[in-house]
């Protein structure tokens, strides 16, 4: 199974300045086929689900703020909030999905 | 608009059985497979279960497997989660998602509010 692992686990950053999660897999998303990273990124704010922000590791879903983005190939992955608004306290989890289980990263709570 | 409304959660002893319902509607919903992700109080997200649109592939995470059944009726827009044998350690929150494939699980852009189960004596 691959293993998803997130840093840090936490994370303070001021009000419009850049905030960087990581996110790391046991062996790579990369599909050589097709050159797409197998990768999701979700925001989860308290008592309520995760809303999903980016796919293929950089594509940003519809409605998602571009002030995220995200990158990385293989087994290496980076979100990237470029500059913090109050809103996007929450959680963050990285997600792939290249094979079964489809597992998460432990996540990352970010907060100002 | 995409709805998911999950129902069925609630308090069940250990060793027993609950299954879980979400209805889905503002989509096509046989053509698209559905996953069922849990999260327990204060944790992450562990995925559990996907079906594909029509039935014909399922996929589970290790620890439920021979005691969950995921299933879907087409004709009623609604996904199930048969859970038996439960275990304290199933306790937690059951999101139902679509996922944004047909067949295999890839990536979820729609979730529901959460159903609670509690596994408890």
């Known amino acids: 199974d691959i293993v998803m692992t997130q840093s840090p686990d936490s994370l303070a950053v001021s009000l419009g300045e850049r905030a960087t999660i990581n996110c790391k897999s046991s062996?790579?998303?990369?599909?050589?086929?097709?050159?797409?990273?197998?990768l999701a990124w979700y925001q989860q704010k308290p008592g309520q689900p995760p809303k999903l922000l980016i796919y293929?590791?950089?594509t940003r879903e519809s409605g998602v703020p571009d002030r995220f983005s995200g990158s990385g190939s293989g087994t290496d992955f980076t979100l990237t909030i470029s500059s913090l608004q109050a809103e996007d306290v929450a959680v963050y989890y990285c997600?792939?999905?290249?094979?079964?289980?489809?597992?998460f990263g432990q996540g990352t709570k970010l907060e100002i | 608009e995409v709805q998911l409304l999950e129902s069925g959660g609630g308090l069940v002893q250990p060793g027993g059985s609950l299954r879980l319902s979400c209805v889905a509607s503002?989509?096509?919903?046989?053509?698209?497979?559905m996953t069922w992700v849990r999260q327990a109080p204060g944790r992450g997200l562990e995925w559990v279960s996907t079906?594909?649109?029509?039935?014909?592939?399922?996929y589970y995470t290790d620890s439920v497997k021979g005691r969950f059944t995921i299933s879907r009726d087409n004709s009623k827009n609604t996904l199930y989660l048969q859970m038996n044998s439960l275990r304290a350690e199933d306790t937690a929150v059951y999101y139902c998602?679509?996922?944004?494939?047909?067949?295999?699980?890839?990536?979820?852009?729609?979730w529901g509010q959460g159903a609670l189960v509690t596994v408890s004596s």
């Open positions: 997600q792939q999905y290249y094979s079964t289980p489809n597992a």
């Open positions: 503002g989509f096509t919903f046989s053509t698209y497979a």
């Open positions: 293929w590791a950089s």
């Open positions: 998602a679509q996922d944004s494939g047909a067949n295999r699980p890839l990536w979820a852009p729609y």
């Open positions: 079906i594909s649109g029509i039935s014909d592939d399922t």
């Open positions: 062996q790579s998303l990369l599909y050589s086929s097709n050159s797409k990273n197998y």
